[in-house]
């Protein structure tokens, strides 16, 4: 079965999907209806259609549409969901970039280009996974989603949309199509993104006792985060697959808003937090923490007045190793690779963290593409790894589903 399954993937197919995926700049820009998922949403909605799947597309924001796929075999079993985003990051300044950004450029068995990493490649390796096991005939047990939602590298609106829509009900498992080298990856931290305003009171730089700085008091909370980091490392030490957790000021920013000016103490002063936490660390006990912090300053500090404010929460998820979903893929590793599956952990969130948290689906996390790449100019894939996913997706899920459809 699995041998007329894999003889189905064409790695001349994969190469040319993942470039016409690459060529879609789906970068999103607020306020620009000419930027965004909408396009390469279009192009899979199209290709899938063509490819026999049922096809639904559902707008999460205008212009921002989600777009899944699902095949149901001939014979009854469990489903198994394929996620991977349809959105990009922006490429920045395109004189950094060797290759064009959107060009699709494949040169010395890479193909470069903003997404052919992170995620597009291993879209299109999904696609033809699941592909290849609709036409290849074999009787398979089961039903397999190919989800595409977007806004994966914002607030994740995409995939929060698809679970509150429903349309996660009856899953019993997910793949993660993310770039991780082709590892196991079966936990991921969590994150807490946070916000802290600072009010002073706006005076001359040379009479600065004539108002209240809020910037000295944003510098001592900044500091009060950097001591809670060190306690948080201390107490929980190395996670095997995680490392360590983290506590972050990204932004430090002051006036709050508007043009800041040597000689002017601002009225106001912005501290953003990136947290990133591991299993063991609970996100309402560190909150509750950082509020601690704040009421300590405001009473060593008449003049202290500040706020703090959390826009986004995403738990840190564990997939345990005797999972169905892991003991398939690892099975899946060593008919492929003759080894042992390499086992690590997501340094960041993925779509899957919403998936695990909010619709108690077990997620692995895994696809072609160095961890580091993402993000980076002249970003690429090897195309010898991503032919690999493909094979690794398809052989996962006909272990997966025939095992469990018994």
């Not at 699902?70 to 959105?87: K, N, Q, S």
């Not at 990009?88 to 060009?103: C, K």
């Not at 103490?265 to 063991?280: C, E, K, M, Q």
Request: proline content about 8%.
């Amino acid at each position: 079965m699995l041998g007329e399954v894999l003889r189905r993937i064409d790695r001349g197919e994969l190469i040319r999907l993942a470039r016409e995926l690459v060529r879609i700049p789906s970068v999103y820009r607020p306020g620009d209806p000419a930027t965004g998922e909408g396009r390469v949403a279009a192009f899979l909605a199209g290709y899938l259609g063509e490819a026999g799947f049922a096809v639904r597309v559902e707008e999460v924001s205008p212009g921002r549409p989600n777009v899944w796929a699902v095949w149901e075999g001939p014979l009854p079993g469990p489903t198994l969901l394929f996620e991977a985003h349809t959105d990009v990051v922006t490429a920045g300044r395109e004189e950094d970039w060797e290759y064009p950004p959107f060009g699709a450029a494949v040169e010395d068995g890479r193909l470069y280009g903003r997404g052919a990493c992170d995620t597009k490649g291993n879209l299109a390796a999904a696609v033809l996974a699941v592909r290849a096991i609709k036409e290849s005939g074999v009787p398979f047990p089961g039903r397999l989603i190919l989800c595409h939602p977007v806004d994966e590298e914002g607030m994740m609106s995409g995939i929060k949309h698809f679970i509150r829509r429903g349309h996660a009900e009856g899953v019993d498992a997910a793949i993660i199509c993310e770039p991780e080298e082709n590892q196991l990856c079966v936990s991921q931290k969590g994150a807490l993104r946070v916000e802290v305003r600072v009010r002073g009171r706006m005076a001359h730089g040379a009479m600065p006792q004539s108002g209240v700085n809020p910037v000295t008091r944003a510098a001592r909370f900044v500091v009060a985060v950097e001591e809670l980091e060190r306690e948080e490392r201390a107490r929980l030490g190395e996670d095997p697959l995680l490392g360590a957790p983290s506590l972050t000021p990204t932004i430090l920013r002051g006036p709050e808003a508007g043009d800041p000016q040597l000689n002017v103490v601002p009225s106001s002063t912005y501290v953003a937090l990136d947290i990133r936490t591991v299993p063991g660390q609970d996100h309402a006990e560190l909150v509750g923490r950082l509020e601690a912090i704040l009421s300590r300053l405001r009473s060593e500090d008449a003049d202290f007045d500040a706020e703090l404010r959390v826009i986004e929460e995403r738990p840190p998820t564990e997939t345990p190793p005797d999972e169905p979903l892991v003991r398939a893929m690892a099975a899946a590793c060593r008919r492929l690779t003759g080894r042992e599956p390499r086992y690590n952990g997501v340094p960041g969130a993925t779509d899957g963290t919403f998936l695990h948290a909010w619709a108690d689906i077990p997620v692995v996390v895994t696809g072609a593409g160095l961890r580091e790449i993402p993000h980076h100019a002249d970003e690429w894939v090897d195309l010898d790894e991503l032919y690999e996913t493909c094979r690794l997706y398809a052989a996962s899920a006909l272990y997966y589903c025939c095992k469990k459809g018994g």
